[in-house]
């Protein structure tokens, strides 16, 4: 028999950002935010907070990590700051898809620094979900013919040398 989870971000709030993600009709998480895209407390089901975020730093479990990214932004390396211990490393294609992650959700920031969800494997950027499989989003640009011809390409299909403001 199969199971089928049907798994999908809450949606979205009044300034377009992510409030949480909900699994066969059961929210699991939630997040608040300071500013637009910034989260900065994970909440799990039952309203307790799993994690606090300031700056480049989480704090989970009682230690403090130091998330070190690249010049995307995109979440490298997770180090426990009292003892030097890389607790989670992550690599990425250069679309931005997951190769290698040594703890899957330990933080759920990924590439680019958007929200990684390790179930659908999509990155939320605000109202938007990125697709690093077929390097497309989920969902039109908002600034729509503005940003170019191709309403879901990522960076102009040159995710090296550009940049998605969205």
């Not at 059961?26 to 997040?31: G, L, S």
């Not at 500013?35 to 089901?45: K, V, Y």
């Not at 879901?152 to 090296?160: L, S």
């Amino acid at each position: 028999m199969i199971i089928l989870h049907l798994c999908h971000f809450i949606g979205i709030d009044g300034q377009n950002r992510n409030p949480g993600k909900r699994v066969d009709d059961r929210i699991i998480k939630r997040w608040v935010y300071s500013g637009q895209l910034t989260p900065t407390a994970e909440f799990d089901s039952t309203g307790n907070v799993v994690a606090q975020f300031v700056g480049n730093y989480m704090i989970k479990n009682g230690n403090t990590y130091q998330l070190i990214a690249d010049h995307l932004g995109s979440v490298r390396l997770v180090v426990n700051i009292s003892t030097g211990e890389v607790v989670q490393r992550v690599d990425y294609d250069e679309y931005g898809s997951v190769i290698y992650d040594s703890k899957p959700d330990f933080t759920p920031f990924a590439y680019a620094c958007g929200l990684y969800d390790s179930q659908t494997k999509l990155v939320r950027f605000g109202a938007r979900d990125y697709d690093a499989s077929v390097g497309r989003w989920t969902s039109k640009d908002p600034v729509g013919f503005e940003a170019g011809d191709n309403l879901y390409d990522y960076c102009k299909n040159d995710p090296i040398n550009w940049i998605d403001p969205t």
